[in-house]
């Protein structure tokens, strides 16, 4: 049987990784799409040389260099579409082999956590989709904590992001992480919904 496939998604300071960390405690393999753009940028990854080939600049010790190549886009809105069009099936490709390697495994429910789901179009892969989500000011308050941010770059990406409100109402569960408390409940609740659906 195929397992259940949860999109988990979140706008920036939403607590999307701490959720993700609980769903992993609940026995649930987690695809996390930053990290395989890591690994698919690191040197031998998949992503190396087409994205090498479309900016030399970016290429560094055998491996895509981030911020180098956030440099060679510099908001070119061209650019960034050339790139995401080889990002995207490589990334899908990734998940693609995840999920069948969860499946050989026997597992129930496979957590794919991507914070551009709806903006991408990835939840048409998903049987559902959990939106992690709390209020602004409390959002505000943790992006800005983090090193080095503005709050004129969280206005940007912000700016890049589907509103929470608008991620929530095409969610079917809503998580809140207000308190870790309510975040685990809420995690606790959607397996526990899903897997006596399974066994219905």
Not at 122 to 144: F, G, I, K, N, Y
Not at 172 to 191: F, K, L, M, Q
């Amino acid at each position: 049987m195929m397992p259940f496939r949860l999109g988990l998604t979140g706008s920036i300071g939403m607590g999307k990784s701490a959720t993700a960390a609980l769903f992993r405690a609940k026995g649930c393999p987690v695809w996390d799409a930053d990290a395989a753009v890591h690994r698919l940028y690191a040197p031998g990854g998949a992503l190396v040389g087409p994205v090498a080939a479309l900016f030399p600049d970016a290429l560094r010790e055998g491996g895509i260099d981030r911020a180098a190549l956030k440099a060679a886009l510099g908001g070119d809105t061209g650019r960034l579409r050339a790139l995401e069009a080889v990002v995207h099936p490589a990334t899908a490709a990734d998940r693609a082999a995840f999920l069948a390697e969860a499946e050989a495994e026997g597992a129930e429910i496979v957590v794919f956590d991507i914070p551009l789901l709806f903006e991408t179009g990835a939840e048409a892969q998903m049987d559902a989709v959990a939106v992690v989500s709390v209020d602004a000011e409390t959002q505000a308050r943790r992006v800005l904590a983090r090193p080095g941010m503005t709050l004129e770059t969280l206005d940007f990406i912000r700016s890049r992001q589907m509103p929470d409100a608008q991620k929530r109402a095409r969610a079917r569960w809503v998580i809140p992480t207000d308190t870790p408390e309510s975040a685990r409940a809420a995690v606790h609740a959607i397996c526990a919904e899903i897997r006596s659906q399974r066994h219905a």
